[in-house]
């Protein structure tokens, strides 16, 4: 990048440098690999070899197993469902109330602004959240997945500043067109933010896609699980007692069989991967410009 | 047609149109269309951030979910007494006090280093390899990286206790372990996070101007001088914001991580405050007693939001807010 003259210690730098960080390249690499390879062995390989990075004989029958279960369609099913409806649900939400928070005129703004700044260093906790949840019916329901964080402050936040930077020229000529502040807002706001909401879509989709935990707290029904949740439930019934389990595999699972149910969760992420990386690294610098 | 509009804002904001001399009701008839865009996001954060907020009351009574929200009794602070006075208590600020250190020691730096090392990367192509392989676990969930954890850890078969038995003879069960149950914690994080984590440092690395350098190579200045006195001063804003930030929720263990660690074995350092409510909560059921817990946590947190948003200024960082 610049120039340099180097010394015979930087060159040895350079040789560890380049080294180290290889090493920390495949470090991070491997484990998904031998998981791949280790969901294509069969039981006895995986028993008999710690560790390889391809098979000896490769079977599908994990796979061919898993994707037999209705279990585990049941949750990829369900799975796909909230992420896709949650990333709609919380795009349109965020958008939506963007848009107004972004007008510096707004009667109320201000007070709005500072309420939605306060529940992100203050909330009411797990408990008090799971009562609203279950007063609102929505125990066992997918819903129950999405709408209590179907708002991210942050994103709000971040999106609203973006909103500010447009130019506001366009808005008033569209204004005095005849167009509404409704009409500003789909016709003009709307195309113009395209970045914004692939951005912003790729995050919300990789929340949702990744959650457990509130899965575990509203969802008991075993049938409505989304598979981080069942694969959470295979590791834990199979290396430790963790409080009550209901299990509906009738024989406790293989290994090939765990591995396998990693990489399908893993799969959707890892298919995306390359917008991920480049829209979550420009995402990460709107974050850092305050707004 | 942009000039002209740009003219006639001028007069919107001196001239009779005034919005400031608009009467209140014509201002929000004026602008009802954004009021209706408003209202799905207002009620979302009544509904779930204010009403819980509101719950937290539950923290001063004895809730029964048999009398509900408005008939259970009240009692002051039972639940905060009996839970200062329970060892659970110095458990608890115990581990999530030593987990926030060896995160801040052990996980804190690690990101700064590689993005340095990387920074030292000529091979454009070599770089942006290294880079795309170590952000991938960024993106996986837990529930993944500790099934993998798992995997490799496993007593039966584990690749990692294959070698420590070569080695040593026995094996080391980590995942039950309460000795190698925060070494596992800080690991996982570091091996998770560190990549992702070198993005904010390399994009801050990325606006120093070369001129820099070239006037540091002019005053003889060799490689690792460069690297010191140009590079390091560069990430020094960066570093400084996020260790205030870092302080700011220094109580926020990664709640979903632990939980995914924690087992029988290992909870007497395991437990944070976070798993505590839960596991009190949600399984046994004491929904008083772990709302006080979990608003105790909450209010130590935004002490040391804002005191970290006060220090931040003092030392005339940008603030948090």
């Known amino acids: 990048m610049h120039k340099m003259h180097n010394t015979p210690l930087g060159r040895v730098f350079d040789v560890f440098n380049h080294i180290f960080l290889a090493l920390l390249g495949l470090a991070t690499f491997i484990p998904f690999v031998y998981v791949i390879a280790g969901s294509f062995a069969t039981e006895s390989e995986i028993a008999a070899r710690p560790f390889f990075l391809i098979p000896e004989t490769i079977t599908t029958a994990a796979y061919d197993y898993i994707f037999s279960t209705t279990t585990f369609i049941r949750s990829i099913g369900v799975s796909v469902l909230v992420t896709v409806l949650g990333t709609l649900v919380s795009l349109l939400l965020t958008m939506t109330m963007a848009y107004p928070l972004s007008r510096k005129k707004l009667l109320g703004r201000n007070l709005i602004l500072n309420l939605v700044v306060f529940t992100m260093v203050f909330n009411g906790g797990m408990i008090p959240t799971y009562m609203v949840v279950k007063s609102l019916g929505l125990l066992d329901s997918l819903w129950a997945l999405i709408l209590p964080v179907a708002i991210n402050p942050f994103y709000l936040i971040i999106v609203k500043s973006f909103f500010q930077n447009l130019p506001s020229e366009l808005e008033e000529s569209a204004k005095i067109d005849g167009c509404s502040d409704m009409g500003v807002f789909w016709r003009i706001v709307i195309p113009l933010s395209k970045p914004v909401i692939a951005t912003f879509t790729l995050f919300y989709a990789v929340f949702y896609w990744n959650d457990f935990f509130n899965a575990l707290l509203y969802i008991s029904d075993s049938a409505k699980w989304p598979v981080q949740l069942l694969l959470q439930q295979l590791m834990m019934v199979a290396n430790m007692d963790f409080g009550e389990m209901d299990t509906m595999l009738a024989d406790p699972p293989e290994e090939s069989l765990k591995m396998a149910v990693v990489v399908v969760a893993t799969v959707p992420i890892l298919i995306f991967y390359p917008f991920l990386q480049k829209h979550f690294a420009k995402g990460i610098l709107l974050g850092s410009v305050k707004g | ?321």
């Open chain 2, 1 to 321: 047609m942009s000039l002209l509009s740009m003219k006639s804002r001028k007069v919107k904001t001196n001239g009779p149109l005034d919005t400031n001399q608009l009467t209140k009701t014509q201002q929000l008839l004026k602008d009802k269309w954004l009021y209706v865009l408003l209202l799905p996001g207002i009620v979302y954060f009544v509904l779930f951030k204010y009403m819980p907020m509101w719950g937290v009351l539950m923290a001063f009574q004895d809730y029964s979910p048999f009398k509900g929200f408005w008939q259970s009794d009240w009692v002051g602070f039972d639940h905060f007494q009996y839970f200062f006075q329970n060892p659970d208590f110095f458990r608890l600020l115990r581990n999530t006090l030593i987990l926030a250190l060896y995160d801040l020691i052990f996980f804190f730096p690690a990101p700064i280093i590689i993005a340095l090392m990387l920074n030292e990367l000529r091979m454009q192509f070599f770089k942006r390899t290294i880079q795309t392989l170590v952000y991938v676990p960024h993106f996986m969930s837990w529930v993944i990286i500790a099934s993998i954890t798992y995997v490799f850890l496993t007593t039966s078969g584990g690749a990692v206790n294959a070698v420590v038995e070569y080695f040593t003879g026995e094996k080391i069960n980590f995942l039950s372990s309460p000795d190698w149950f925060r070494p596992m914690i800080i690991g996982q994080v570091i091996w998770k996070e560190t990549g992702w984590g070198t993005v904010i440092f390399l994009a801050a690395l990325a606006s120093v101007s070369p001129e820099q350098y070239e006037a540091a190579i002019m005053d003889g200045a060799g490689r690792f001088r460069r690297m010191w006195h140009v590079t390091l001063p560069a990430l020094r804003s960066t570093i400084v914001i996020l260790l205030i930030l870092r302080l700011g929720n220094f109580l926020d263990q990664g709640f979903q991580q632990i939980f995914l660690m924690t087992n029988s074995l290992n909870r007497s350092v395991a437990d944070v405050f976070d798993t505590y409510v839960y596991f009190v909560g949600i399984t046994q059921g004491a929904f008083s007693y772990s709302t006080a817990v979990g608003l105790f946590k909450a209010i130590v947190g935004i002490i040391l939001i804002y005191g970290a948003d006060y220090l931040a200024k003092k030392l005339k960082q940008p603030g948090l807010f």
